[in-house]
């Protein structure tokens, strides 16, 4: 009975405390002390991880091949036609001088993945990066395959980093060349299945197409970068006033083990973007869940 | 079981608690099965009820799950309060009923992981998670629980060797294994 009443104790004063309050405080200290050790067993644990994972990999490689070798001639076309049109699409640029924020405003921390959550509630990985490689909260990360999710908290040498598909987690994206944005989120419990959600009813959308972030220019900044790749569209919904569209995320989120922070630094747009969305209130915070950061940014006042 | 528990068992408990925590976080949530993860934090809970009691499978739910809360940077307390119920019944039934079944640990774990996935999941409702849910959820949960009854009985064999040398002799189990041995009676009553 007595740790029942302190469990829910517990719970309260954590629910209740804001980000940077005392419980949040502890937990962050015990990610510095033990990172370490679960940095070193994570090493050592890799082969029988490895092994696991091998047995699962074998059963898919073929089926994959085949896929991929049909993608890749798929890709190689449009891969000749893309450069034309980049090449185009530098020289607007240039032209009408858009504010446009890319990945190269970002300083990126590779970062190794020493934990994760099993729980099918968070959707949660742990990084042996910290505050002191300068990682900080609402830091976007990605892997060579697509978007990963963003930090939602920081200790020295560590920090905790919810995937795209958890879901406190939402970002504005656009399907393919469209203009049509949305904000992605999960399907909850679903760890295969996002929603792009809020797009125009009379937008057009096919599947298999790439579904990207937005990272949409002023005034309704995102904290991700744009054009990095979500996901790809598996079918599409049809509502009332918006159309909703089902994306089975590209990077394989059940099997990370190094990723890339995009960090920031101190005065740039990105960084002032971040900090605008941790000083949120705690019921309106990203990590609250009440509000995200790509929330807020779909109204246009930044996050 | 009987009295307060030895100091040998404690720290066996809490060394078994810290090995599958740190396991299950670096190895078991990194292999799907069928999509889901096995869970084998909530099945190392409830089997330290079934082996040592009420009193020992709640106060290691709450360790468990406090860990688990503290390592991941999860809802803190949330995690403790469902596994130190689970702790508790399991222990409990321990006493109570005290099931020989062999079947037993494969039921036990099951339950466990099925309070643990749908009482985490109300909690979440309860605190007000902002997420579409789908019928997705469910099935999720179903297979999770699947998953974890497939790793019950290796996980109860791990617990209970683990833990064997330091669990104290059960006045009541003693009674009924002699019963079952010599027919109820004592070999002195016999004679």
């Known amino acids: 009975m007595l740790l029942v009443v302190l469990s829910l104790l517990l719970l309260t004063a954590y629910f209740g405390e804001a980000p940077g309050g005392r419980l949040h405080g502890v937990q962050r200290a015990f990610l510095t002390v033990v990172s370490p050790i679960q940095d070193g067993a994570n090493k050592a644990l890799k082969p029988v991880r490895d092994l696991f994972g091998w047995f699962g990999d074998a059963l898919h490689a073929k089926g994959q091949r085949d896929q991929l070798r049909r993608q890749n001639d798929i890709l190689r076309r449009e891969v000749v036609a893309d450069q034309a049109e980049k090449r185009s699409y530098r020289q607007l640029i240039s032209l009408y001088h858009l504010d446009q924020l890319g990945v190269n405003d970002y300083h990126p921390v590779t970062a190794t993945v020493f934990g994760k959550s099993p729980n099918i509630w968070y959707s949660t990985v742990t990084i042996d990066k910290g505050s002191s490689a300068g990682v900080r909260v609402n830091d976007p990360v990605i892997n060579g395959e697509g978007l990963v999710g963003k930090v939602v908290q920081v200790a020295s040498d560590g920090a905790q980093v919810d995937l795209i598909t958890d879901s406190s987690v939402g970002v504005s994206a656009r399907v393919g060349t469209s203009n049509a944005t949305g904000i992605v989120q999960p399907k909850a419990g679903d760890p295969n299945d996002l929603l792009l959600q809020y797009l125009p009813a009379n937008s057009q959308v096919n599947n298999g197409e790439y579904v990207v972030t937005s990272g949409t220019v002023s005034p309704d900044d995102s904290l991700y970068p744009p054009g990095i790749v979500i996901g790809q569209v598996t079918s599409v919904n049809e509502e009332s006033a918006y159309r909703s569209v089902n994306v089975h995320p590209t990077a394989n989120l059940h099997n990370l083990d190094v990723v890339q922070v995009l960090t920031s630094g101190a005065g740039t747009r990105p960084s002032n973007l971040s900090r605008l969305a941790a000083s949120l209130p705690a019921g309106q915070s990203p990590a609250g869940g009440a509000v995200t950061g790509e929330q807020l940014a779909s109204t246009g006042s930044g996050g | 079981m009987s009295g307060a528990p030895s100091g040998a068992l404690l720290v066996r ?12 976080i670096g190895v078991v949530s990194e292999v799907p099965v069928f999509g889901v993860n096995a869970d084998i934090s909530p099945l190392l809970v409830a089997f330290v009820g079934l082996l040592c009691g009420s009193m020992l499978g709640a106060a290691g739910g709450f360790a468990v799950g406090l860990l688990v809360d503290l390592t991941l940077l999860q809802t803190l307390g949330l995690t403790s ?8 019944s399991c222990g409990r039934l321990r006493e109570l009923r005290d099931p020989q079944a062999a079947l037993t640990p494969l039921l036990v774990g099951a339950s466990a992981s099925a309070v643990s996935l ?11 998670v902002d997420a579409p849910v789908s019928f997705e959820l469910l099935r999720q949960i179903v297979l999770g629980v699947v998953v974890n009854t497939i790793v019950a009985l290796p996980m109860w064999a791990i617990v209970r060797r683990s833990l064997e040398g330091a669990l104290p002799e059960d006045p009541r189990r003693r009674r009924r294994r002699r019963a079952y041995t010599t027919g109820g009676l004592s070999p002195l009553s016999r004679s």
Do not use: K
């Open chain 2, 13 to 24: 408990v809490a060394a078994l608690a810290v090995v599958v925590v740190f396991f299950q």
């Open chain 2, 118 to 128: 749908v009482g985490y999941s109300l909690m979440e409702f309860m605190l007000g």
């Open chain 2, 81 to 88: 309060l469902v596994f130190t119920l689970i702790g508790y």
